[in-house]
């Protein structure tokens, strides 16, 4: 009997990678679990933890310290390493000291025979998604970043919660560079089938568009917040990426931002941005298209001008 088993390799396992892999033994994910890093006793080490873990989890999964040659036959390889993001630091800074990562990574993973999906979530997202989708030669449908998922997430909790309302009955979308160019396109923002803008100016909801302005804001700095308390972020994100992979290897068909490369949507070609895009056992299956305004539209123009000039001259 051939038993089809769901393997997952992490490459990284800083607190990021680990914040995911912890999400992926709790949530039952997958069946293979391979940890690698370029710190080969701090892999094991971590396996071991979470190996010990198993007898209270709802869960069969083998659990290992792994090399490339391991990546063969995963279904997806998830990158998170790469050096972390300083206090004030933005996340485009980071660019060119995790590309050179990302070219040490890219070809053993590659030259395994690996087939599968590729997962980034090291930043600056966007951009590392586009570098391994070059170095790589992947399909962009096969090569995804976490993208504005966790923005989406954030604003979706703070709109749930200025609401009085439960976050999954918002449907709203932070898109674009997942940083500082980000923004919410709140002419697509609904509580359940109703635009939230048509809450503004009404008694019964403590909301107006200064307040959704004041929300923006605080969705996209609150990495910087989180950084500066704690020095790094990595429960959120390692959340997402498990949503992530739970529509990927549930062949879902999901919509869920996250970053992809566009090829005409929006106007936008041959850069990677946060949109929503539906997710099957392929990675991406197509972008899914809002009908944004003049006004979004040049936001999002703004946004990928941004990815695109610090793309320029890496390779």
């Known amino acids: 009997m051939i038993i089809d088993k769901r393997k997952i390799v992490i490459v990284g396992t800083g607190m990021v990678g680990m914040s995911y892999a912890y999400s992926l033994l709790n949530q039952s994910l997958c069946d293979e679990l391979v940890l690698i890093d370029i710190d080969k006793k701090r892999a094991?080490?971590?396996?071991?933890?979470?190996?010990?873990?198993?007898?209270?989890?709802?869960?069969?999964?083998?659990?290992?310290?792994?090399?490339?040659?391991?990546?063969?036959d995963a279904d997806i390889v998830v990158i998170c390493a790469g050096v972390a993001q300083k206090p004030s630091e933005t996340r485009l800074n980071l660019l060119?000291?995790?590309?050179?990562?990302?070219?040490?990574?890219?070809?053993?993973?590659?030259?395994?025979?690996?087939?599968?999906v590729f997962l980034v979530a090291t930043n600056p997202v966007d951009i590392m998604?586009?570098?391994?989708?070059?170095?790589?030669?992947?399909?962009?449908?096969?090569?995804?970043?976490?993208?504005?998922?966790?923005?989406?997430?954030?604003?979706?909790?703070?709109?749930?919660?200025?609401?009085d309302v439960d976050p999954r009955n918002v449907h709203a979308y932070v898109i674009g560079e997942h940083g500082d160019s980000e923004f919410v396109p709140w002419s697509q923002a609904l509580l359940a089938t109703t635009p939230i803008l048509k809450f503004c100016g009404n008694e019964m909801y403590p909301i107006s568009r200064e307040s959704l302005q004041n929300i923006e804001t605080e969705v996209r700095t609150a990495a910087y917040k989180i950084i500066d308390a704690k020095q790094a972020t990595y429960y959120g994100i390692g959340m997402a990426l498990a949503r992530i992979t739970k529509a990927i290897l549930g062949n879902e068909h999901s919509v869920l931002t996250v970053s992809?490369?566009?090829?005409?949507?929006?106007?936008?070609?041959?850069?990677?941005?946060?949109?929503?895009?539906?997710?099957?056992?392929?990675?991406?299956?197509?972008?899914?298209?809002?009908?944004?305004?003049?006004?979004?539209?040049?936001k999002l123009k703004d946004s990928c001008d941004t990815l695109q000039e610090n793309y320029e001259g890496i390779f």
Request: hydrophobic content about 35%; charged content about 20%.
């Open 44 to 72: 094991k080490g971590e396996a071991m933890d979470l190996n010990h873990g198993l007898a209270f989890a709802n869960s069969n999964m083998t659990i290992f310290a792994g090399e490339y040659k391991d990546c063969a």
């Open 96 to 116: 060119k000291r995790n590309a050179e990562v990302f070219r040490s990574i890219i070809e053993p993973v590659t030259s395994s025979g690996f087939n599968g």
């Open 129 to 163: 998604t586009r570098i391994t989708c070059t170095l790589s030669g992947f399909n962009p449908r096969r090569v995804l970043g976490s993208g504005t998922a966790l923005d989406t997430a954030r604003l979706r909790y703070l709109l749930g919660e200025k609401l």
């Open 260 to 298: 992809a490369m566009l090829r005409g949507e929006y106007g936008q070609r041959d850069v990677f941005a946060g949109v929503p895009c539906i997710i099957n056992q392929n990675g991406i299956q197509q972008i899914f298209p809002l009908s944004l305004t003049d006004e979004e539209l040049k």
